[in-house]
């Protein structure tokens, strides 16, 4: 892990930023001088992990330093770049001190360091992670996330052959093929397969994602209902009952054939006319004359009512 998140870092930062960033030996801060970023690329933390981190930093302290920059314009004040669970752990065991290193960066380096750390976190969940790395490929391609989400998609579309391949985007075909290959999380072909979709899933399931509450190929399944209250319900369920995925597929469909059976009860005006058109092709009414004089006034009678109607029109 250590040899992975220094190539990581010389990807993103070049060799010579990572050699010249981590000369500083850590010194000890008020914890009351550190505040957190803005914006911040991890959303949840699990509280039993954080309370148990909490109870060896009690008994042990923290082994390794927090990263923070000055605030410029604040005297004494520095904004916490990568450690915010050893951070709220820290608050949590009433430390008044912590340990850091303290780098000069600028938003976007701070920033980008936050993600490589958080990205390096064996429990960081596959929606973060997704969120994440997207975040990370937007800054070395100089990108908004949705360009980055459309040139992935046509990544593959080239290398299936499903368009002309464009010999002006190679260079970014590369950047992107060497960030995953620094990353060792997932290939960027799966990535696109199997991440991307995560994206696209209702807010509500995303959320138990993100709090590691539901593997992702379960909450792919949940996302086929449609319904948000039944779907709300099986998600509660799933993560309560602890559900298998073929438990959890035997609902889906247990939920989806009521609705079909009540469209086949009560069906439309226009779906009946259609059913009983395919019938009559098939029946044996062309064979008998008196049943053929039924059927000729009853066309007469659909023939004038559809001639009235376009008339009124």
């Given amino acids: 892990m250590a040899a992975n998140r220094r190539s990581l870092k010389e990807f993103v930062f070049g060799e010579e930023s990572v050699v010249s960033t981590s000369v500083e030996n850590p010194q000890s801060l ?3 001088a550190i505040t957190l970023p803005a914006s911040q690329p991890r959303r949840y933390f699990d509280q039993r992990k954080l309370e148990e981190l909490t109870q060896s930093i009690r008994a042990h302290g923290i082994l390794e330093p927090l990263l923070v920059r000055p605030l410029p314009e604040q005297l004494n004040q520095y904004e916490l770049v990568a450690g915010e669970r050893r951070y709220r752990a820290a608050q949590a065991a009433g430390l ?4 850091v290193t303290i780098r000069q960066l600028t938003d976007i380096e701070a920033l980008q360091f936050s993600l490589i750390e958080n990205l390096q976190r064996e429990d960081l969940s596959p929606v973060e992670e997704t969120e994440g790395i997207l975040q990370l490929l937007a800054f070395k391609l100089e990108m908004k996330v949705e360009e980055v989400t459309n040139r992935l998609y046509r990544m593959r579309n080239e290398n299936s052959g499903l368009v002309s391949q464009n010999v002006l985007t190679n260079s970014e075909g ?3 093929q060497a960030l995953f290959d620094s990353l060792g999380l997932v290939s960027w072909s799966s990535f696109i397969t199997t991440r991307l979709p995560l994206l696209k899933l209702p807010e509500e399931i995303k959320a138990a994602l993100r709090e590691g509450k539901i593997a992702y190929t379960k909450a792919q399944v949940i996302a086929r209902v449609k319904d948000i209250d039944a779907r ?3 998600l509660d369920e799933a993560v309560e009952l602890d559900l298998s995925l073929v438990q959890i597929k035997e609902r889906v469909a247990a939920l989806n054939r009521p609705q079909v059976a009540e469209v086949q009860k009560n069906p439309t005006l226009k779906s009946r ?7 009559l092709k098939k029946s044996q009414v062309w064979d008998d004359p008196q049943k053929q004089k039924s059927l000729e006034k009853l066309l007469a009678q659909i023939e004038a009512l559809v001639s009235d109607a376009d008339t009124q029109s």
């Fill in 174 to 176: 590369e950047a992107i």
């Fill in 96 to 99: 008044t001190e912590v340990p």
């Fill in 273 to 279: 006319v259609d059913s009983s058109y395919r019938l």
């Fill in 30 to 32: 008020l914890i009351t």
């Fill in 232 to 234: 709300c319900r099986l």
